[in-house]
């Protein structure tokens, strides 16, 4: 138990169904501790685990899950007494912040949990990456988000179009929210992101903010009738959240806007099928209907873009290319596979900025409204 | 000239009176090209130095400043043509972009600008990091802020407050922005910003989104009526132009609220007195009025904190820490030189997060509420 447990006056703070639900979990691992010592028993708890091994994809569902594969943990085992430790440090740390009504980072929840175990000179953890891998097996353990623990992750993404949110209790109209968008938060669960109304057709979905940018400044999403959101590159947790509430909430279509290159691929394929890391949250964050608008690796021939904006592909990226090809969502589509080995075959990628070659706005006012309109997407 | 100057419909564009200064810099520089050429002269741009070694302290402004030191970048010199060639080059795209009443990021700045020169096989740029100094030279160069070139960063930082603001036309009551707060846009000029009402007494400016959303959880600008902002670490440019803003048009003083550690020292010194590669800023984005509220290096003691939130000091550590204080703006002052050699006594750093091992909200209130109290600041 951390030594601060200190009661402050939001201990009462009322709690969602959610978190109910989440403490009874966290209270359910708690109880058989105690049932094992009552009976005498050597207590343990029995950690899904995360190694690729136990990781597959769903072909009917199509997303990335987990196995049932399990790994144990033991009190009363040298090689585990302290990962045993910590996890149920981790839990102690997340039960507290629920009944506190409070958030906290993971760095956060670090500087909860880490002091110097009683009568020894050992940390309850030594740095942040002991406590890290700890904070996941919780969240697959208790069969919670990250998010129903309490904790978030930086802010990162913005969202912007014709719809209007609830966030915290502050009424959000995302069509008026300046040149910066709605930064989208790290926790978008239902209980603090509500949905009000929106008149949006679908979400276009862009890498960067440089790009998104672009298409805000030149109102896309206003004569388009769309919701424009970036991640900042990799989308983050309540990014992907998000446009997964989005595209089966509101039955938005979700269009991605990426760099011709085995990262933009990665990025796809994480959005719509999930990642090996995050297996456990697919369900709730993967979307098997999102389509890839661009860019394509015969855009350059198609838009007759200067060799100038050419990158050459490097031995790292033709590598990559090879491990995305083979992977079980892309290896028997076609269309993917072409669309791969003419990257290879071109010898180099682009970066959805290379449209600007041809003009400032060609993106926003030709490249994705014809793609639009001849619905040419990969799958 | 780029090849892509396609007329579009925005050319037209209302251009402001800043808009109209920046442009006739602009053909100042063209005009004077045009003259050399008439008159047989070789042609030649000069260029402020950005160097080290003319920058210097001014000791009543108490900001960094730039000297007067010139490069001459002629067309007619081997060794310089290329520059000459680039630097016309950028002033010409930002030509453009003004124009078009259009903005881009320094990516897509690079992307119009790159092409093949006619005739030869030379690349106009080889790599962004050829053009990133030459934007910086034509800032300085035409006395224009980058922003005032229509190129901009990524947005970093959010605000949360008693503040109204119109932005891009939208009206944002920054007290009702949601978790997330309002995104702070790295281009805040009065064009593009402008303050509509507040009742804010200061602004607390504290180091991370993750500090800073403990804050907004805990609705510490509403119990202090203040505006809260953070930077994501470094502040980028809209940050500080925002702080500097904040500071001297609504007459808010600014309390720092920063990591105990070289950088941490150093972010301070960077809000407060200007930064050496951006000294041509200073005088839009320095605050000589802000002050330092903590982590203070006798903290530890002070707070009774536990020896599990030390992080030692490693040798690089040490070195920036001296390196500060030789600053010419903390070496005069003693309380900066004690606050310096009590860290290194310590030999530990202490991030703002450590207050959490007290209690979760230790710091938004007792830590800070006290500080402000007592009026117990570093100058």
Known sequence: MPKKTKKTTTDTATLTAKDKKTLGSIRGLADDVVQFAERGRAPYVDVPSRSLSNVRFNQSKRIIEMGTGKNRRELFNLAQARSYMQTLLVGTGCKQLIEQGKTTSIRGLFYLLKHTIEGTSEETFDAQDECDPVIEDMEVT??????????????????????????SGDQIDCSRMGSGGYSIPSIVEPEIVEFKKHTAKFVLHVEKDTVWRRFNEDKFWRKHNCILTHGGGQPPRGVRRMLHRLHYELKLPVYCLLDNDPWGYYIYSVIKQGSINLAYESRRMAIPEARFLGLRSDDYKR?????????????????????????????????????????????????????ISKDISYVTEEYVPARLKEGNFLD
Chains 1, 2 share one sequence.
């Open 142 to 167: 208790l069969d919670a988000m990250r998010e129903e623990l309490h904790l978030y992750a930086k802010n990162a993404g913005a969202m912007v179009g014709p719809i209007t949110l609830v966030d």
């Open 303 to 355: 838009c007759q873009l200067s060799p100038s904006v050419q990158i050459r592909l490097n031995e790292q990226d033709t590598k990559r290319a090879g491990q995305i090809a083979q992977y079980a969502w892309f290896a028997h589509k076609k269309p993917w596979q072409k669309e791969i080995e003419l990257m290879i075959e071109n010898g180099f990628k682009l970066e959805v900025e290379a449209l």
